[in-house]
Every structure is written in structure tokens, then in C-alpha cells.
């Protein structure tokens, strides 16, 4: 079955770095996009970021174009998303997710194959 296992979450201050991770099982990754959105307390679920199925093309929400990067190696199965320069409204549970499609036709995308349970990420001092 489809696996999508979220790492690498924390407490980071202002200002700081972290990496995500999500480990892919249960399909073939290196045929289809990838995501990563976030869930912010009392709010609904989030786009982040999105890569093709080959790593081609990349997309960002606004809020974090510029500090956020996601990539991943179709070798390793793996998905991540470099994320620095945080800032307090960054806190949220993020979740990977896989794509209907091997493209990204549109953000943010109107759903989501399968996700993962998320990582916490904590921006404080």
C-alpha cells in the first residue's frame, strides 16, 4: 500500500533552517508530482510547494517562494523540503502528498492521491 513517511521536524527559532524528509513506499515515485502542503493550529490545510515528476519543475506558494525549496531524489524515494529563514507563522504541521498526475497543471492542486501524517514544525524563541 502507499506509504508517505514525513522527518525531520522540530523547534527552530526565528530565523532558522530545518530539512524535511518523506519517504515514499507502495508506489512508483519517480512517475508522479509530489507535495508538500502544511496545517496550521485552528486553520485549514495549506499548499506549499510542489515538484514534477522528474524533479523539472518546481512551485511555491507566495508566502514562502524565496526560503522554501523542494526537491527529491526518485533514486532514494525520497522528498524534501529545505526550508529557511523561518518565521513564526511557519509553524504548522507539514505533510507530504502524492499527486493524481506526473504534471502540476495547477496551484494550488484541487486534491491529493494519498499524504502522509506530517512532521511538526515549531518557529519560536
Known amino acids: 500500500q502507499v506509504q508517505l513517511v514525513e522527518s525531520g521536524g522540530g523547534l527552530v527559532q526565528p530565523g532558522g533552517s530545518l530539512t524535511l524528509s518523506c519517504a515514499a513506499s507502495?508506489?512508483?515515485?519517480?512517475?508522479?508530482?509530489m507535495h508538500w502542503s502544511r496545517q496550521a493550529p485552528g486553520r485549514g490545510l495549506e499548499w506549499v510547494a510542489g515538484?514534477?515528476?522528474?524533479?523539472?519543475?518546481?512551485y511555491y506558494d507566495d508566502s514562502v517562494k524565496g526560503r522554501f525549496t523542494i526537491s527529491r531524489d526518485n533514486t532514494k524515494r525520497t522528498l524534501y523540503l529545505q526550508m529557511n529563514s523561518l518565521k513564526p507563522e511557519d509553524l504548522a504541521l507539514y505533510l507530504c502528498?502524492?499527486?493524481?498526475?506526473?504534471?502540476?497543471?495547477?496551484?494550488?492542486?484541487?486534491?491529493?492521491?494519498?499524504w502522509g501524517q506530517g512532521t511538526q514544525v515549531t518557529v519560536s524563541s
Open positions: 507502495g508506489f512508483t515515485f519517480s512517475g508522479y508530482a
Open positions: 515538484i514534477d515528476y522528474d524533479g523539472s519543475t518546481t
Open positions: 502528498a502524492k499527486d493524481f498526475s506526473k504534471l502540476i497543471l495547477v496551484t494550488p492542486p484541487p486534491g491529493y492521491d494519498y
